[in-house]
C-alpha cells in the first residue's frame, strides 16, 4: 500500500472539496458564473489585501509575468531586476525578451534580495521605469522582504512589479499598504486549487503607465480583462478554465473561513518544524534568512547523496514527492513544501519519509530525531 | 425539479469520467505525468490527422490563435483572414493588432468563404504571407472547405492558418493532407473536456517561417513549446493545467474508441436531426451550406421575438442552455449545439424544450413535430 503525498512546493495539496468543485460544469454567460467570478474576483482582492482590480487570466503564472512587463513597459525602458533563484531568473528572461534594458541584480542562491542594492540603483538610475521582485523564490525558499522595498520604489516614478506566485497567502503580502503595483500569482500554491490560473493586482500607478507602454499583448491584455471584469455581472474575455474558477471559488471560501492571518500563523508554525526536524536530523539548511521561509524549506543534500536521488526514491518507494534542485541547485539541496493545504501530519509524514529514505541511502540518521522534534515544536504550538 | 442541459457549441457537455478525471492531481514532473502527457500528444496527432507536433498550451483557444500570428509572422506582413462572423473578425483583430498588413475578406455572416475570393487574393499579391481561415464558424455554424483553401495555398509561399477550435473532431480535418500549416483548436468543443487547453499543429513551411518572423510571444513560444514537448517524457515549459490534461486524456480515449469517421458521422447525423426539426417547426435556418453545419444549427429567431429571450427562457424555465446571436447577429438567430459529447436523446431534449419555450413566448407550434421530425431522422440512422 502506498499513497501519494505531493509536499512539493508547488503544484501544491488540493482540498477534497476544491478538487471536486471541478466535477461539475456550468457555463461561463450564465448567471451562476457570474456571480462565482464576482465571488472570486472579490475573494482575490481580499487575499492580495487591494482595492483594486485583481484580473484573472486562464494560463500558467508565467502567462500573468509576462503581461506584467508586456501591459506596462515599453522596450527600451531601464529596468532593475532582483535575480536570486529560478524565478528572478525568468523575470530576467521575459524582460530581456520584450527589448527592456535590463539591470540584471544577481545575488546568492538562498540569499534574500538587499535593499541597499535598491538604493544604490535607484540613486543610480533616475531613469528606472521598473523593479522587479520575487516575494518567494520558490526555487531557493527565500521570501525577501517586498514592503521595504515597496515603501523605497513608491518615492520614484517606477513600478514595482513582485511575483508573489508561491508566496501569495502564505506569507504576509499587503499590495496596497505595500506599494506593489502590480503583483502577479498562480492558483496552485497557498490557493490549493489545481494550476491553470494566473492572477495580476494592478495599482492606478501601473495603469497609468500602461497607457503609454507600447509592448504587444492580445491575450493578456491588462485592459481586455479589466473591461470584461467590470461588466455586471463581470465576465472574461475569453472562454475562461470555468472548472478551475469553481475549483478557486470554493478554496477562497476555506481562506476566508480560517483567515488570512491564521493561514500565515499556520504556515510559519510548519516551517518552524520543518527547520527543527532537518536541524535534528544534521542536515543543513540553504536559505539563509530562515524565518521568513514559510513556503519551502530547502535544505542541502548530505555528502556524496545527489539531491535528485534522494527526492526520486522518496517518490518511487513511500509516495511521498518533495521538490529537488532547480538551475544551478540541481542535485545539491531539496526542498520541502508547506504551503497551502498542510496540516501538522503532512509534515511528520514528509519527515518521517525523510528519515526512511535517508537511511536507505546509507546516511547516518537517528531514526525518529527529525520527527520527534518536528513534533516539540507542533505541540507548543 | 430542473436538470442543467449545456447544449451551447462550447463549453459543450462533460463526460463523467472526464470529470471525475479532475479529481485527482498528479505532480506534473511525474514519470505518471509524462506518460499521460505523451499521451495526449499522440491522441491530439491522431485528432489533428498530422504526423507533426502538436503544441498544448494552457489557456483558452484565442492564447493559440495568437501563437500562431506572433511566432510565425512579422509586423508589415501582407495576409488575408476570411472573416464571416466573429471568429473571423479575431483573426482580423489579432493580426492588426500585431501590426500585419491585413486584407480582411469580410463575407455574409451565415455564408461560406469563396474559394473564388482566395484565387483573387492570391493572384493580386504575389508576396501574400499567411492565409486566415476559419474552419467551423462558431457565430454562424457555417463549416469551411479547408480541403480547397489548403490545395490552392500549398501552390504559393504563404502559410495556411486555421482555427477550427470548434471544428476539430466534429468535422473531417486531415491538417496533413489538406496542407493545413498551423491548425488551432481548443479542449472545450468536440474534444469533450472543460475549457483551459489550447493546441496548434505546425507544419514545417510554418516552423520556416518561425525561423525569420520578429513578433514577440514568449509564454505562447512555439519553439519552447516544441523543446519542452521534444524530452522524454515529454513536458511543458510552465507547469500546464494537470488536472485538465488528466481530463484530456480520458476524453481522447474516447474518442479514439470511437473512432473519428463514427464520430463525425454522428455529428452529421445530429445536424440533420435538428435541422429537420428546426424545418418541421416552421423556422428558417440561417446558415447558407447546410449540410457542412455538423457543430451548431444556427436558426433565425421567430418574428417578433429577440433570440436573446428565447435563450433565456430555456435557461430559466428549463435549465437548456443553448447560444444566442454574437456581435451583429445579436438578438436575430439562436444556435443549437451538438458539438461532442451528444446523444440521440439529447438532441430531442433540446428541440422538445425549444417547443416548449416557443409555445410560452406565444409563437405558433405544432407541438411534437419538431421532435417528431428529428426522431424520424435518427431512427432512419
Known amino acids: 500500500m502506498k499513497k501519494d503525498y505531493i509536499f512539493t512546493p508547488g503544484p501544491t495539496p488540493v482540498p477534497p472539496a476544491v478538487s471536486l468543485a471541478q466535477v461539475r460544469m456550468i457555463h461561463h454567460r450564465s448567471d451562476e458564473f457570474g456571480l462565482l467570478l464576482a465571488r472570486v474576483l472579490d475573494g482575490l482582492k481580499y487575499v492580495f489585501q487591494t482595492e483594486n482590480d485583481v484580473l484573472l487570466f486562464t494560463s500558467s503564472g508565467t502567462?500573468?509575468?509576462?503581461?506584467?512587463?508586456?501591459?506596462?513597459f515599453s522596450a527600451g525602458d531601464r529596468v532593475a531586476v532582483f535575480n536570486g533563484g529560478k524565478f528572478g531568473e525568468r523575470f530576467v528572461e521575459i524582460t530581456r525578451y520584450f527589448g527592456l534594458d535590463v539591470i540584471n541584480l544577481e545575488y546568492e542562491w538562498g540569499d534574500s534580495a538587499d535593499p541597499a542594492a535598491l538604493d544604490k540603483v535607484l540613486s543610480e538610475n533616475a531613469d528606472l521605469k521598473g523593479v522587479f521582485l520575487t516575494h518567494s523564490e520558490t526555487?531557493?525558499?527565500?521570501?525577501?522582504?517586498?514592503?521595504?522595498?515597496g515603501r523605497m520604489v513608491a518615492e520614484t516614478p517606477a513600478l514595482l512589479v513582485v511575483d508573489t506566485i508561491s508566496g501569495l497567502g502564505a506569507a504576509p503580502f499587503r499590495t496596497d499598504a505595500w506599494n506593489v503595483d502590480i503583483a502577479v500569482s498562480g492558483s496552485q500554491k497557498a490557493l490549493m486549487t489545481p494550476p491553470g490560473l494566473a492572477f495580476a493586482a494592478v495599482s492606478d500607478k501601473a495603469w497609468e503607465a500602461a497607457d503609454s507602454a507600447a509592448?504587444?499583448?492580445?491575450?493578456?491584455?491588462f485592459k481586455e480583462a479589466r473591461k470584461s471584469q467590470s461588466k455586471t455581472?463581470?465576465?472574461?474575455?475569453?472562454t475562461p478554465a470555468i472548472t478551475l474558477v469553481q475549483a478557486l471559488d470554493e478554496a477562497l471560501k476555506m481562506v476566508r473561513a480560517e483567515g488570512l492571518e491564521h493561514i500565515q500563523e499556520r504556515h510559519r508554525l510548519f516551517s518552524r518544524a520543518t527547520r527543527a526536524a532537518v536541524e535534528a536530523l544534521g542536515l543543513e539548511l540553504f536559505a539563509k534568512d530562515l524565518p521568513t521561509a514559510v513556503v519551502a524549506t530547502s535544505v542541502v543534500s548530505p555528502a556524496g547523496v545527489n539531491s535528485g536521488d534522494l527526492v526520486r526514491l522518496m517518490r518511487t518507494e513511500f509516495g511521498v514527492f518533495i521538490a529537488g534542485g532547480q538551475g544551478k541547485a540541481k542535485g545539491k539541496i531539496f526542498r520541502m513544501g508547506h504551503v497551502g493545504f498542510f496540516d501538522p501530519f503532512d509534515i511528520t509524514t514528509q519527515v518521517a519519509a525523510l528519515e526512511l529514505a535517508l537511511l536507505r541511502l546509507g546516511c547516518p540518521v537517528d531514526i525518529g530525531a527529525g520527527v520527534t522534534a518536528a513534533l516539540g515544536v507542533l505541540a507548543s504550538g
Chains 1, 2 share one sequence.
Not at 526555487?139 to 522595498?149: A, H, I, L, P, R
Not at 455581472?233 to 475569453?238: A, D, I, K, L
Request: glycine share 8%.
Open 63 to 72: 502567462g500573468a509575468m509576462e503581461g506584467a512587463v508586456a501591459n506596462c
Open 139 to 149: 526555487s531557493t525558499g527565500v521570501v525577501n522582504d517586498v514592503e521595504t522595498f
Open 215 to 221: 509592448l504587444p499583448s492580445y491575450y493578456f491584455s
Open 233 to 238: 455581472p463581470p465576465q472574461t474575455p475569453y
